[in-house]
């Protein structure tokens, strides 16, 4: 048996809260090696004789009250397989260990070290063996399954569908409080610096687009006061910009989505700030003697220099900015002024206006300690806000429960883009891109991870797709059937293409003969399936079949007794795929809601999927 590739730390996504009664215990083996796997649990205080042995295994004691649960191969990766088991500890606590066996070898495998128990039976005669069963000092511990420790995200997320707004593109409903320059609506394509007055009205005008289509909760790009057409360089926290209206048309707005069933979540950035921001502006005018100066990370004095053009260098300015911009100078949320004040713009949006969600730009720069604060400041003033961060890498360290819900799962979509959008990955790759990032987290994590194709900072679906409707339609209908909580960016349900930023920022289009209507009536029929089906929300994923040469995956989703088969033939060919036998039988087809029968083998149209319900 390969030791090296065995893994388990009692800790994070190996060792977590599930709920309050539940722990989920994960060990990593070598690939196609282990063939059986168990965990043996127990409380450490609970033995037969000698009055408890305690974490140690005091003198005397004997007869530990241990249980035995067998672990389930919960995935695969290239190198490694992933054992994962269930259990509640009747008195929330526990020490455990893993007994690993494969066709020449079983060991026990513990804290400290390894135990070889092949060909040793767990028979209470061998005294030796038993006591390998009964030494604690080589099991891990779980020490207390204590509520509060569980990872609490808000339960609406599960069953949410996002739908991403970048205010200023979206529908201009006031021109009266329209910006200087502003240009005729989708007239030319954007840059930078163009504006097309974009505003809330214009969200309120659409809510009824946005309702049937299925979404239930809106994620707005910022909408504070800033000088840009993209606001992630704020100049004033507390206030709405005047392009996009009033607090007051904001808070109606609030209450009519609300009306609706859908909830909204707001986009702040507190790693940096605008150019214009107040405090930033009494630093720049003050020099050394502003009382704001330890509000930023300042690293001398004169703040800007005669080769103040060189911004674009590391040493080019004399203070941090984010990614060398000079207008977006970086915060320094150590600092306790700084932190009141920007946990005081976190309350005061979910208290005056009941926001349900902030979404967090270039979290992963801002210091773990700020975030612990946020959270619980927010979750003050409502219990069940929706926290998320912008990070684009592995996340556990936001993951534990004190600080972020969940991050933009981006290593999902660049997987989805890679197989679906790119076709530069094969169907057994696919699977083993999936695995691993199912695996890299708890399910609670997974459960409520935000899942999107595209975003403002992207190349858009269709445009990755290369103009492909049904490849963009393809990947939408994996990222439906996924765990998590997925997000349309807006215009992509009616064929809305565009290339890098600010190709991607496009105007909405309103014109429905301009529209793509189908692809509009495919994922609503999408997003309805999945409100009805709780499998296609599950985290429950078994993958069947994964066809390098047909270029197909079948997969199945499962929630208690309930199951979803699909099928994704991901070539440009229709294609005749064979079956495994168990999946011989009548199904239904969701999409048509027509039944066909399944015998060996199944027909299926090019670049398109099959969602079967078994008709029992």
């Avoid at 979206?170 to 021109?175: L, P, R, T, Y």
């Avoid at 048309?249 to 009519?256: C, D, N, R, T």
């Avoid at 949320?333 to 005061?348: A, C, I, Q």
Wanted: overall charge negative.
């Amino acid at each position: 048996m390969n030791y090296h590739a065995i893994y388990h730390r009692p800790k994070q996504n190996y060792a977590y809260a599930y709920d309050k009664k539940t722990i989920h215990l994960r060990i990593r083996t070598a690939k196609d090696e282990v063939e059986r796997a168990e965990v043996i649990f127990g409380d450490p205080y609970h033995w037969v004789a000698g009055g408890g042995g305690g974490n140690l295994n005091a003198e005397g004691a004997s007869g530990w009250m241990s249980k035995t649960v067998e672990m389930k191969k919960e995935a695969s990766t290239e190198l490694f397989d992933y054992w994962i088991a269930a259990v509640s500890p009747e008195f929330r606590r526990m020490r455990y260990a893993f007994v690993l066996e494969s066709d020449k070898e079983q060991i026990l495998f513990g804290e400290k070290k390894i135990v070889n128990l092949t060909n040793k039976a767990k028979d209470s005669d061998m005294t030796e063996e038993k006591t390998h069963f009964e030494n604690l000092g080589n099991f891990f511990c779980f020490p207390f399954l204590n509520g509060i420790d569980v990872f609490n995200a808000p339960a609406w997320v599960k069953e949410t569908v996002w739908y991403q707004i970048f205010p200023e593109r979206f529908a201009n409903g006031d021109a009266s409080i329209d910006p200087k320059n502003v240009v005729e609506w989708g007239s030319v394509d954007p840059k930078y610096d163009t504006f097309f007055g974009g505003d809330i009205q214009g969200i309120i005008d659409h809510l009824d687009h946005i309702e049937d289509l299925g979404i239930t909760g809106i994620y707005f790009c910022p909408i504070f006061k800033s000088p840009s057409t993209h606001k992630y360089d704020t100049e004033d926290y507390f206030e709405i910009d005047p392009q996009f209206g009033t607090k007051e048309l904001f808070k109606q707005f609030v209450e009519l989505a609300h009306a609706r069933g859908i909830r909204i979540m707001l986009d702040a950035v507190f790693n940096h700030c605008g150019w214009n921001f107040p405090q930033w502006q009494d630093v720049v005018k003050n020099g050394e003697k502003s009382e704001y100066k330890d509000w930023f990370h300042i690293r001398k004095f004169p703040l800007i220099e005669e080769d103040f053009d060189e911004i674009l260098q590391p040493n080019g300015l004399n203070y941090d900015a984010f990614a060398f911009c000079e207008n977006m100078p970086k915060l320094n949320t150590e600092n306790p002024e700084v932190l009141d004040y920007f946990l005081e713009v976190g309350r005061y949006w979910v208290r005056e206006f009941d926001i349900d969600g902030w979404r967090l730009d270039v979290s992963n720069e801002v210091d773990h300690a700020f975030w612990r604060e946020f959270r619980k400041a927010v979750r003050e003033i409502k219990d069940d806000v929706y926290i998320l961060g912008e990070i684009w890498h592995d996340s556990q360290p936001w993951l534990n429960g004190d600080q972020f819900d969940a991050v933009m799962n981006y290593p999902l979509t660049d997987a989805m883009l890679e197989f679906i959008a790119k076709d530069r990955m094969k169907p057994s790759e696919f699977k083993v891109a999936i695995n691993k990032i199912y695996t890299d987290y708890a399910h609670n994590v997974n459960e409520v991870a935000f899942n999107l194709l595209d975003s403002h900072d992207t190349t858009r679906l269709l445009t990755t797709c290369e103009g492909n409707k049904a490849k963009a339609l393809l990947a939408y209908t994996f990222q439906m059937t996924q765990t998590g909580s997925p997000c349309i960016y807006y215009g992509g349900e009616i064929g809305l293409d565009g290339g890098a930023d600010p190709l991607c920022r496009r105007c909405m289009i309103w014109d429905e003969e301009k529209q793509d209507r189908e692809m509009y009536d495919y994922l609503k029929q999408l997003i309805r399936i999945r409100k009805n089906y709780p499998a296609m929300r599950s985290h429950e994923l078994q993958w069947i079949e994964t066809n390098d040469k047909e270029n197909v995956i079948i997969f199945k989703k499962v929630f208690k007794d309930e199951e979803i088969y699909v099928i994704l033939n991901n070539q440009d060919e229709a294609k005749s795929v064979s079956v495994p036998t168990t999946m011989n039988q009548m199904y239904r087809n969701l999409m048509t809601d027509e039944e066909m029968i399944i015998k060996n083998r199944v027909k299926i149209a090019p670049l398109s999927a099959l969602l079967l319900v078994p008709v029992k």
